[in-house]
């Protein structure tokens, strides 16, 4: 496959527009800004990986991790996955071409209509329909589709088996990945999914509708110019109106002076994802950009819990084997086939999303390292002599679940580092519900409820998120929010009305979203991205088609 970044040697000084993170909302907007023929450059902190590049052994793995916390940091600064410990809690985001949708599952969700409903938003989200256009978009390029054969899956029967025993139905949930083979939205080949189950671990069969095999490409064919290794750390605005963007480069080449450079755009889009982009500005704030007061407030874990079934009387088949495959004959599903929604038409907070996951294959050798602190030991070493595929792992379930919490987190600059304060995040109500709700499941399949097998170790007993949400929240004016509904920032200048903006300058990812979704957030967010292009379009006197592309 054809690399999309250029050597950072071929950077301008100066673009129409800057879009400042590559996962949906920054593939979103620089897609359809090149189409409508401005300069686009797309500027990422990660590095570009390409089909069959993943990692697939531990040793690979343990070079993909950057661990960020208040005594420091270890790992590479570009390494795939991001994990942010905190003392209330901890958050995982991907980093790298693409963004979270390198290593997420992949499933695509639409919340229930009362998350839209929640005067969070502002009014125009569910008045103007825009909305309603922008996940139609959303669903033309990422193509979302069920897994025909899920329900044949093992860790799919033991789902169902346990849902059905507690009344609930099992579904097979909709998920960015090609299970007909075909092209993608961008025009580029794709195989059909081998049901590897490494979704989580990134894609190396090519099936999974990322968006680096969506709209990245897309953006590309119609002129965007994309970079690697660019860290944005604030944004000032200039005397002659225009942005100027400090960056820092993290390739291996970059020395001295040529670390730090600076960039000149008619127009920023902060798509750095809920960390990213509240960073970015916490910072340009702290350097004298006036924004909202409500800037990093409004965080939500969205509910969030990964958890574990020891011990279930059948198999679960739940442990990836990769591609090429580890072991052959096996098939294991991508990365959640199965899900269980428990729906409350009263009460919109006491909804449960529950769903069959299963771990990458380069994580399967530290399997047995994991368990043994949680007093598993005898099937923890059987393991590490048969190996995860047989044995106790072979029983092993693992679940991605997701509900509502309150959205109380606050993100602040410690040190020039981005810290999160969320007193008594551990004890919020969602988080027994859940648990009480796991533990019956996996009781229902013959096994026992782990939460964090990590538990006492660097990990704590903090609750862990994959799908970090606000920080800078849209509102109705500057006094609720730090975006208008357009993803506009709010200016905060004396003597600006409370409505004001500031010209050009614009967030459009997860960091927008002003409250918990129930559901994973990436449909959401690339309705929102698609829905902020149209009013853009409108605003600037725009034009751009969304017709998908021929093969390439």
């Known amino acids: 496959m054809t690399r999309l970044a250029r050597p950072i040697e071929a950077l301008k000084d100066r673009y129409d527009i800057v879009v400042v993170g590559s996962g949906y909302g920054g593939g979103v907007a620089a897609s359809r800004l090149a189409r409508a023929g401005k300069k686009v450059a797309v500027l990422e902190r990660g590095r570009e990986f390409v089909t069959g590049e993943f990692p697939a052994r531990f040793p690979d793995l343990k070079g993909e991790m950057q661990l960020h916390g208040r005594k420091g940091r270890t790992g590479p600064a570009t390494a795939l996955y991001d994990v942010r410990l905190g003392d209330d809690m901890h958050v995982v985001v991907g980093c790298g071409l693409g963004g979270g949708s390198l290593v997420n599952a992949g499933v695509a969700l639409r919340p229930d209509r009362r998350v839209f409903a929640d005067e969070a938003w502002p009014g125009q989200i569910r008045q103007d329909g825009t909305l309603d256009q922008g996940y139609a978009r959303a669903e033309a390029w990422l193509r979302p589709a069920a897994d025909p054969e ?14 059905s025993s507690m009344g609930h139905t099992t579904i097979a949930p909709r998920v960015a990945v090609n299970f007909t083979g075909g092209t993608s939205a961008a025009g580029i080949l794709q195989p059909a999914c081998t049901r590897c189950g490494d979704c989580c671990g990134g894609c190396n069969v090519g099936a ?88 990093g407030h409004r965080f939500s874990a969205n509910g969030d819990i990964i958890a574990f079934g020891w011990g279930a009387k059948n198999a679960i088949n739940a442990v990836g084997i990769g591609h090429p495959a580890k072991i052959e004959g096996a098939e294991i599903g991508a990365a959640v086939s199965g899900q269980i929604e428990i729906r409350d038409g009263d009460d919109l907070e006491c909804e449960l999303t529950i769903q069959e996951g299963v771990l990458p294959s380069s994580v399967a050798p530290a399997l047995p390292l994991m368990f043994i602190p949680n007093g598993r030991l005898l099937g923890a070493l059987q393991s590490l002599i048969s190996g995860v595929y047989k044995g106790p792992f072979a029983h092993l379930q693992t679940f991605f679940a997701v509900s509502h919490d309150d959205a109380a987190g606050v993100f602040r600059l410690d040190d020039d580092r981005l810290s999160l304060s969320w007193p008594g995040a551990r004890d919020a109500a969602v988080y027994k519900r859940l648990d009480e709700k796991l533990a019956a499941i996996v009781a229902a399949c013959g096994g026992s409820y782990v939460k964090n097998p990590l538990a006492g170790t660097v990990m704590g007993h903090q609750p862990a998120t994959a799908h970090p949400l606000g920080g800078c929240g849209m509102g109705n004016e500057r006094g609720d929010g730090v975006v208008n509904h357009k993803g506009q920032v709010f200016d905060a200048s004396s003597g600006a009305g409370s409505n004001a903006v500031h010209s050009g300058l614009y967030v459009i990812d997860g960091a927008v979203i002003p409250r918990s979704l129930g559901c994973n957030p990436l449909f959401t967010i690339t309705a929102l991205a698609e829905r902020a292009m149209i009013h853009m379009a409108a605003d600037l006197g725009l034009k751009f088609d969304i017709e998908a592309m021929q093969p390439v």
């Open 208 to 295: 999974k509708n990322t968006v680096a095999l969506t709209y990245l490409p897309d953006a590309v064919r119609h002129g965007a110019e994309v970079f690697t290794h660019m860290k944005v750390r604030d944004i000032a605005r200039r005397a002659d109106g225009r942005w100027s963007l400090h960056v820092e480069r993290l390739d291996a080449a970059a020395k001295g002076e040529t670390r730090n450079i600076t960039l000149t755009a008619d127009i920023v889009i902060l798509a750095a994802g809920t960390l990213g982009s509240t960073e970015i500005l916490l910072r340009s704030a702290a350097k004298g950009l006036p924004v909202s007061d409500r800037l």
């Open 150 to 163: 899920a329900a044949r899956l093992a860790k799919y029967k033991a789902l169902d088996g346990a849902g």
